[in-house]
């Protein structure tokens, strides 16, 4: 579980989790500023992107 804080793009759009391999593993609204993402994937690298239509952030993470 980790928790994504989006103020570099205004809410009310979709959070996107994929893999190394560039295989989208989990999506959810984000409505909020705080979104608390459960991610139920092997330990590895992933890109996180939040899209709204003001635009996207881009984020990579390392789960443990």
Known sequence: ???????????????????????????QSAANIQCDVELHQPAGVYTVVLR????KAIQKITIQ
């Open 52 to 55: 709204s239509d003001a635009g």
């Open 1 to 27: 579980k980790f928790t994504v804080n989006a103020y570099a793009v205004p809410v009310n759009g979709v959070l996107e989790v994929y893999n190394v391999l560039g295989e989208l593993v989990h999506t």
